[in-house]
């Protein structure tokens, strides 16, 4: 079965700071990773994919995420975390069964960044 | 660009109600649109996977008499909670992809809905 867990509920960091939030996955074949971010009483956002090709992923809002095939990771980075991103944020792996798309979700990290 | 529409953002209602929620691609054509319910500070949990024209797949533990999905065109998929009962209270969160089986596209969501049933 296809799976990702972030093995950490909250990330604490102050602001300035690089952040990494922690993701590994568990697949068959070859993974196309997501990183998703949600703002409070909202939908979730994306910021950015892994699907081939470079390890090191560049995406939205100054957010980049490496892909760590022999850890089987995709850790979230960002060099000087801002307090505006403080937020939940998901690791997805996406894959297809029977034609369809599938995509399973982390448990959610929840990045609080202090002033 | 790709941007999802779910409304409405908020009901209240009594107990007994049905009550239906939208799911728009506004710029692009969905093929598949997923329904999510998330309660507070957890995950999200898939309750279906809807592909234009067929029928709707529903996750394990899910009732498919409780919440109805209609994904009649590209761009519209609707989920009604019939007959809702304060249980059936959380945050409903819809996405739309335009994957075609391949698994590589990203998925883009609404701004979910907060059904409260009195």
């Known amino acids: 079965a296809q799976s990702v867990a972030q093995p950490e509920d909250q990330v604490n960091v102050a602001e300035g700071n690089p952040l990494t939030v922690k993701c590994t996955y568990s697949v068959s074949g070859n993974p196309y990773l997501f990183w998703y971010v949600q703002y409070p009483n909202r939908g979730l956002q994306f910021l950015l994919k892994y699907i081939t090709g470079d390890n090191l992923v560049k995406g939205s809002y100054g957010f980049e995420a490496e892909f760590n095939k022999s850890q089987t990771s995709f850790h979230l980075k960002k060099p000087s975390a801002l307090v505006s991103d403080s937020a939940l944020y998901f690791c997805?792996?996406?894959?297809?069964?029977?034609?369809?798309?599938?995509?399973?979700f982390g448990t959610g990290t929840k990045l609080q960044v202090i002033p | 660009g790709a941007v999802v529409s779910q409304h409405p953002s908020r009901v209240i209602c009594k107990s007994g109600t049905s009550v239906k929620i939208e799911c728009r691609s506004l710029?692009?054509?969905?093929?598949?649109m997923f329904w999510y319910r998330q309660f507070p500070k957890q995950s999200l949990m898939l309750m279906a996977t809807s592909n234009e024209g067929s029928k709707a797949t529903y996750e394990q533990g899910v009732e498919k008499d409780k919440f109805l999905i209609n994904h009649a065109s590209l761009t519209l998929s609707t989920l009604t909670v019939t007959s809702a009962h304060p249980e059936d209270s959380s945050f409903y969160i819809c996405?739309?992809?335009?994957?075609?089986?391949?698994?590589?596209?990203?998925?883009?969501f609404g701004d979910g809905t907060r059904l409260s049933i009195l």
């Open positions: 710029d692009f054509q969905a093929t598949t």
């Open positions: 996405s739309a992809s335009q994957d075609r089986g391949q698994g590589g596209q990203p998925q883009h």
């Open positions: 997805a792996v996406s894959f297809h069964s029977g034609g369809y798309q599938k995509v399973t």
